[in-house]
């Protein structure tokens, strides 16, 4: 009951890259940069651990940026040649790289972070991977010339990964899917449909991540324009409770969306979004487990994991470690007391 985990990143060390940025550089090259990645997988994969989080993830040390992580796989991309496009409907600029031939895998992308770490830990883990929808949004496109097409095309590069993250002896697969709450209609369109193809032939457990960003000015600023209350997830939730994904994460703390909407994923896992990961103030206990206590009035208990609101990349490191405390202990809280 009220199992933890984290949505998906977390802050990479000094050592390795840039800290308390998006997009950081990294501070080595080579077998150096790919030791100080192992190293600050297993890093995390302790402090979780410590914590006493119940599924683990390698906290994305190895990748850039959660989308150009996989992009920098994919044949078909030119990484040299970026541009600065509009993302999320033109919420802020970012320097993408262009789709300039057809999309196919190089070989693998995650192999070596996904085995490293499930050798180092016996706790389920969970891997995350971009949603089609997201990348489409997060690339320039000078080939397709058409959304629907493009993102087909990326979800069959993210099945083939899916499926080889399954067999490295990954517990839970998590595609990551902040633009169904920018095109709503888009994303019960087509976007679930993407959706399923990339998770098509998995028996492992597979999530979808929705959320309304990062801690960051840009996200933080267009949160505010949204008004008193964010009904977003009305519009893509059922669609999802018919798909075949079987984890939908969600942001709930401080967040200004109705609970009640968690009633519109009947049948699937929920994880909670109990920690603020915009915030620098660390829950207490007594917070998570009210927020747990809350959903639960929407959510069956056996249905209902305990999450963080979204990735905690740009977050400072001592913070989000104190913040993974709090998720777990409020967890522990609300199972005796919800019990
Ligand atoms: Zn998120």
Request: proline share 4%.
């Amino acid at each position: 009951m009220f199992d933890t985990t984290v949505a998906g990143s977390l802050p990479k060390p000094g050592w390795l890259a840039e800290t308390h940025t998006l997009w950081p550089q990294w501070k080595a090259q080579g077998e150096a940069l790919a030791q100080a990645k192992r190293d600050a997988t297993l890093l995390w994969l302790k402090e979780q651990e410590d914590a006493g989080l119940d599924i683990v993830s390698d906290g994305e040390q190895s990748r850039q940026h959660f989308v150009h992580g996989f992009l920098e796989a994919v044949e078909g991309i030119d990484f040299e040649h970026k541009v600065e496009m509009g993302i999320r409907a033109d919420r802020y600029k970012a320097m993408v790289p262009q789709v300039i031939g057809p999309l196919k895998l190089k070989g693998r992308v995650h192999a070596m972070e996904a085995r490293f770490a499930r050798a180092h830990t016996n706790r389920k883990l969970k891997f995350t991977l971009p949603g089609p929808m997201t990348m489409v949004d997060t690339v320039a496109d000078r080939y397709y010339n058409d959304r629907v097409k493009m993102a087909l095309a990326f979800a069959d590069l993210l099945n083939q990964e899916a499926r080889a993250l399954q067999a490295d002896g990954v517990d839970v697969i998590q595609f990551d899917e902040p633009a169904f709450n920018v095109y709503m209609k888009d994303a019960a369109d087509w976007g679930v449909k993407a959706l399923e193809r990339a998770a098509a032939g998995l028996t492992c457990t597979t999530a979808v991540h929705i959320c309304y960003g990062y801690g960051i000015k840009a996200n933080v600023d267009w949160k505010k324009s949204l008004g008193d209350e964010w009904r977003q997830y009305e519009q893509i939730f059922p669609a999802l409770a018919h798909s075949s994904i079987k984890q939908v994460s969600l942001e709930c703390i401080h967040s200004h969306v109705p609970p009640q909407l968690m009633t519109l994923l009947e049948g699937k896992d929920v994880l909670v979004g109990v920690i603020d990961v915009a915030s620098d103030v660390v829950e207490t206990p007594e917070e998570v487990a009210d927020t747990i206590g809350v959903a639960l009035r929407y959510v069956p208990k056996n249905r209902l994991f305990a999450c963080t609101n979204c990735g905690m990349a740009p977050m400072d490191r001592e913070l989000a470690v104190k913040k993974l405390q709090a998720l777990a202990q409020g967890a522990r809280l609300a199972r005796s007391r919800y019990a």
